[in-house]
């Protein structure tokens, strides 16, 4: 079965570093790109960025481009999303997406949720 | 920057009615890469729709995608109660970011 599994929720506090995980199984993941979602609380989808396991191309949106770190591990299939230092604002819920031939996201993970409170 | 404005905010139809959002974007969309996310509460967002009309892997007929340059429409012929979500569009023919839109909220009255 294709599918993206993520690692579990988080709580951290302001200050703290995070990296999150999104496991691929069940297509090649170092032939299509995959990437991150943010989801506030209550809000809609914020598009964060995109890699290329093939060979680590990344590319970001302006909004959080220096805020975190987006890589892949294609050895254990396996995506990431880093934080340096957490801020309360990074509460949210974050997904990670692949397209699988088509271009669009057509298989996402479940979802990770992160929780930054002092 | 694409920038994708989506209305309505919110839509409320009866049952077996037919629902029309709509997604604008600030430049033409390249080969019309744009695609329609289906958002149930709780869950994680599924492609309905990609390349502005090619419907997605098992979705129902009854989801639909139009248009083309900078105006793009997804219909559902019959609103079903299970089609209650937010439905999201996304661009992802132009330079990054592959902007989403910020969302219609779909009712059952």
């Known amino acids: 079965e294709v599918q993206l599994v993520q690692s579990g929720a988080q709580v951290k506090k302001p200050g703290e570093s995070l990296k999150i995980s999104c496991k691929a199984s069940?297509?090649?993941?170092?032939?299509?790109?995959i990437g991150w979602v943010r989801q506030m609380p209550g809000k809609g989808l914020e598009w964060m960025g995109i890699?290329?396991?093939?060979?680590?191309?990344?590319r970001y949106s302006p909004s959080f481009q220096g805020q975190v770190t987006i890589s892949a591990d294609r050895s254990i299939s396996t995506a990431y999303l880093q934080w340096r230092s957490l801020k309360a604002s990074d509460t949210a819920m974050y997904y990670c997406a692949s397209e699988t031939g088509i271009k669009a996201f057509d298989l996402w993970g479940q979802g990770s949720m992160v929780i930054v409170s002092s | 920057e694409t920038v994708l404005t989506q209305s309505p905010g919110t839509l409320s139809l009866s049952p077996g009615e037919r629902a029309t959002l709509s997604c604008r974007a600030s430049q033409s969309i390249s080969d019309n890469y744009l695609a329609w996310y289906q958002q149930k509460p709780g869950q994680a967002p599924r492609l309905l729709i990609y390349r502005a009309s090619r419907r997605a892997t098992g979705i129902p007929d009854r989801f639909s995608g139009s248009g083309s340059g900078t105006d793009f429409t997804l219909s559902i012929s019959r609103l079903e109660p299970e089609d209650v979500a937010v439905y999201y569009c996304?661009?992802?023919?132009?330079?990054?970011?592959?902007?989403f839109g910020q969302g219609t909220k779909v009712d059952i009255k």
């Open positions: 890699v290329y396991p093939g060979d680590s191309e990344t």
């Open positions: 996304q661009q992802y023919g132009n330079s990054p970011p592959n902007n």
């Open positions: 069940g297509h090649i993941f170092t032939n299509y790109w």
